[in-house]
Every structure is written in structure tokens, then in C-alpha cells.
């Protein structure tokens, strides 16, 4: 049984997520400015607006999402499921299954079971879609969330659980 790292907060997908967040949120406030000031109709701020909280979220909100989540899951591995519970909900899988991948980086550890299954769009709520997001603070937002245990500290003993369970 184990938690997320809440102090580890960074991904390798943040390389791309945190300069276009920089460059979204440049073009929102400059077309907000313009729209303003040139006296565009009241519905150009309006939807600008929209732009601005999206900005918003994805430079500062999904890292809020991300802590609050490293915080309030926990996770869990008996001889037969592996568990990501909330207290308020709860995920599972089959600790048997051989699709899942182990990343170690800086003294963590993570583990993601391949729920991707087919090729989708983003639209379609599709599985390869939440791999992109993964752990980014925008997964689960506009497709599932993988089933995975993310940045564990004690690593070792989560893959260790994980391995003597699957050969049972």
C-alpha cells in the first residue's frame, strides 16, 4: 500500500505542456486586449474569456488537480487486484496482467498498465488520448484515465508486491 509523491510535481511531458500553456495564455491576453480596445462586439471578450480559464488551468490548475490527486489516492496490491482508491471511489485491475510498463526516474517509481487498446481521437474519449496526458493533470478531463501507480518512492517494494502477486 502506497502514495503518490506529492512534492514531485514535474514530467517529462511538461518539456512541451508548460511553453504551450506560455504561448496560449501570449495569444489569449493579446486577443483580449485587442478585442477590447478596437470596440469588437461583447460576445469577443466574452469567448475570450473561455480561452483565459483554459490558459489558466493548463499552466497553474492541472498542477493543483495533480497535487490534490497525489494527496487523496492511494494505492493498493493484494494476490489478485491492484487498487487506486479515493475513499470516495475506487479502480482496479488484475495484478496477473502483462501489459503494464515500469518507469523509474529520480528514485521513483511508476507503473501504467496498457488500457489504450486502439488508436482514437480525443473527442472519442479515446484511451490513447489519456496516454498522452498521463499524470500531467489533464488526464481524465477529456479521456479516462489509465489505470496506473504514479512517482511511488518506495518503487522497489511496489514492483516487488506487483511481480510476487502476478506469479501466483
Known amino acids: 500500500m502506497g502514495q503518490s509523491d506529492p512534492d514531485r510535481m514535474l514530467t517529462g511531458r511538461d518539456a512541451f505542456l508548460i511553453p504551450f500553456s506560455v504561448l496560449w495564455l501570449g495569444f489569449v491576453v493579446f486577443w483580449m486586449v485587442e478585442a477590447t480596445t478596437s470596440g469588437a462586439p461583447g460576445f469577443f471578450p466574452l469567448i475570450g474569456s473561455v480561452f483565459l480559464l483554459i490558459g489558466v ?7 493543483v488537480l495533480k497535487r490534490h ?6 494505492y493498493a496490491v493484494t494476490d489478485r487486484r491492484a487498487f487506486v482508491t479515493t ?22 517509481v511508476s507503473v501504467e498498465w ?3 487498446g486502439s488508436l482514437g481521437s480525443l473527442f472519442r474519449r479515446s484511451n490513447f ?20 501507480f504514479y512517482d511511488v518512492t518506495d518503487g522497489q517494494a511496489l514492483v516487488q508486491a506487483l511481480d510476487d502477486a502476478a506469479r501466483r
Request: no cysteine; proline share 2%.
Open 57 to 63: 488551468y493548463m499552466l497553474i490548475g492541472r498542477f
Open 69 to 74: 490527486r497525489k494527496r487523496t489516492e492511494v
Open 87 to 108: 475513499g470516495k471511489n475506487t479502480r482496479e485491475t488484475d495484478v496477473r496482467r502483462t501489459d503494464r510498463t515500469v518507469n523509474r526516474s529520480g528514485g521513483h
Open 114 to 116: 496498457d488500457d489504450r
Open 129 to 148: 488520448a489519456a496516454a498522452q496526458y498521463a499524470n500531467s493533470g489533464l488526464d481524465g478531463i477529456a479521456s479516462p484515465r489509465l489505470f496506473a
